[in-house]
C-alpha cells in the first residue's frame, strides 16, 4: 500500500444516503481474485447506460473530476454486505478518502486495511460541504487527523491508533506483523 500522511484533491460530491456495497461494484463484477480492475467498475449501474456508455451527467463521469482522490458521500456509506471488493473499486479508480456522516462497519473496517480512509464527518461541516456550489478542494491531514477546506473550514475526525499507524506506514495488518517479525522470532526463543 502507498502511504497515506496529507492528500489535497479535488472533491467529487455523491450526495447519496444508504449507498451499499452492491452500488459501489455490483455483484457481477466480483469474479476476481486480485484488486486490479475494479476501479472501472466503481458505480457502474450509475455511471453506464444499458449499452455500456457513461452517462454524462454522473459525477465520476464528468471532466472537471478526473484524478480526484477524495469522495463526498451522505450517511450510511458502505451499508450492505461485507464485500472487500468495495475498498478495492474505490482505490482502483483513484480515491484515498470518502467523507460521509457515517460507515456501514464492515465497510469501514475494510477500507482501513485496504488504504482508503473513512472519514466521518459531523453534521454542520458535512451539511456545508454539500451545500457549496462550484469546485471542492480539501486537504486531508492524517497526522493531525483534519480535513481543511479551501474556503478555511476545519474539521477533526476520529482514528484509531493502529488504524492511523499503518495508514502512515502504508502497511497492512500483514504487513505490520511483518515488519515487527524480529521482535517477534525474539520473543518466541525467549519463551519457547
Not at 13 to 23: K, S
Not at 122 to 148: F, I, K, N, W, Y
Not at 149 to 176: I, N
Amino acid at each position: 500500500m502507498t502511504p497515506l500522511s496529507t492528500l489535497t484533491s479535488k472533491v467529487v460530491v455523491l450526495p447519496h444516503d444508504d449507498i451499499d456495497t452492491d452500488q459501489i461494484i455490483p455483484a457481477r463484477f466480483l469474479k476476481g481474485t486480485t484488486r486490479e480492475g475494479f476501479g472501472d467498475h466503481l458505480f457502474a449501474d450509475w455511471r453506464y447506460d444499458d449499452a455500456g456508455r457513461p452517462r454524462p451527467d454522473f459525477p465520476l463521469n464528468l471532466p472537471e473530476n478526473a484524478g480526484a482522490s477524495v469522495l463526498l458521500a451522505g450517511s450510511h456509506f458502505g451499508c450492505g454486505s461485507s464485500r472487500e471488493h468495495a475498498p478495492w473499486a474505490l482505490t482502483g479508480w483513484g480515491f484515498r478518502v470518502v467523507l460521509a456522516r457515517s460507515f456501514g462497519d464492515i465497510f469501514r473496517s475494510n477500507a482501513l486495511k485496504n488504504g482508503l480512509l473513512p472519514v466521518v464527518l459531523d453534521a454542520e461541516t458535512h451539511g456545508r460541504l454539500l451545500a457549496r456550489r462550484g469546485p471542492l478542494h480539501v486537504t486531508v491531514d492524517v497526522t493531525s487527523q483534519t480535513v481543511r477546506t479551501d474556503d478555511g473550514t476545519v474539521a477533526t475526525f476520529a482514528l484509531e491508533p493502529f488504524a492511523k499507524h499503518c495508514l502512515l506506514e502504508g502497511v497492512d495488518e500483514l504487513g505490520y506483523l511483518l515488519s515487527v517479525s524480529e521482535r517477534i522470532t525474539a520473543y518466541e526463543a525467549r519463551h519457547g
